[in-house]
T-cell receptor, first 112, second 116 residues
Framework: KQEVTQIPAALSVPEGENLVLNCSFTDSAIYNLQWFRQDPGKGLTSLLLIQSSQREQTSGRLNASLDKSSGRSTLYIAASQPGDSATYLCAVRNSGNTPLVFGKGTRLSVIA | GAVVSQHPSRVICKSGTSVKIECRSLDFQATTMFWYRQFPKQSLMLMATSNEGSKATYEQGVEKDKFLINHASLTLSTLTVTSAHPEDSSFYIC????????????FGPGTRLTVL
């Protein structure tokens, strides 16, 4: 059974810092991996989706990498801003027909 | 991008009553819909997978007689929490998926259920 772990559980950084969020998964035979943002009491916003054949995806200040063989992904946020404060969730899918399995998330606080 | 809506966004009910939550894919046909539950400061836990026109598949530990799922059309799935109890209070999020690659799941905004 696929299990997703995110480290750290919480992170507080001053504005302007670059930071890395980590995600690991137990079954490396994944179909794709997705990073989401969730604001308190709100739904999910998809940030980046990486297919199993890809190594990374970039969107603005966000860069997500995937090392499928080692079961790891990282989300890099450059020049963090207070508006980046949220919980970041990593999720993987094992096949096209199976649902996303989520980690517990990293709660990020960016201090102005 | 594809939009998924949920209704209601927030509901408060008395213990013992039933609550229905609707999930709609607004601009695409979803062959598969998923229902997740999220407790405070926890991650999303999959409750069930439903395919249009067939019975839902429930995850281990989820009572199918308590959480009734109906996927009546390619744009609508409903989750009914029957005889709700305070421990059912949670954030319920639906997700819809198009058939075929890239198999992206689109998420609704969630429904906050509070059972008194």
């Amino acid at each position: 059974k696929q299990e997703v772990t995110q480290i750290p559980a919480a992170l507080s950084v001053p504005e302007g810092e670059n930071l890395v969020l980590n995600c690991s998964f137990t079954d490396s035979a994944i179909y794709n991996l997705q990073w989401f943002r969730q604001d308190p009491g709100k739904g999910l916003t998809s940030l980046l989706l990486i297919q199993s054949s890809q190594r990374e995806q970039t969107s603005g200040r966000l860069n997500a990498s995937l090392d499928k063989s080692s079961g790891r992904s990282t989300l890099y946020i450059a020049a963090s801003q207070p508006g980046d404060s949220a919980t970041y969730l990593c999720a993987v899918r094992n096949s096209g027909n199976t649902p996303l399995v989520f980690g517990k998330g990293t709660r990020l606080s960016v201090i102005a | 991008g594809a939009v998924v809506s949920q209704h209601p966004s927030r509901v408060i009910c008395k213990s013992g009553t039933s609550v229905k939550i609707e999930c709609r894919s607004l601009d695409f046909q979803a062959t598969t819909m998923f229902w997740y539950r999220q407790f405070p400061k926890q991650s999303l836990m999959l409750m069930a997978t439903s395919n249009e026109g067939s019975k839902a598949t429930y995850e281990q530990g989820v009572e199918k007689d308590k959480f009734l799922i109906n996927h009546a059309s390619l744009t609508l799935s409903t989750l009914t929490v029957t005889s709700a109890h305070p421990e059912d209070s949670s954030f319920y999020i639906c997700s819809a998926k198009l058939a075929g690659p890239p198999d992206t799941q689109y998420f609704g905004p969630g429904t906050r259920l509070t059972v008194l």
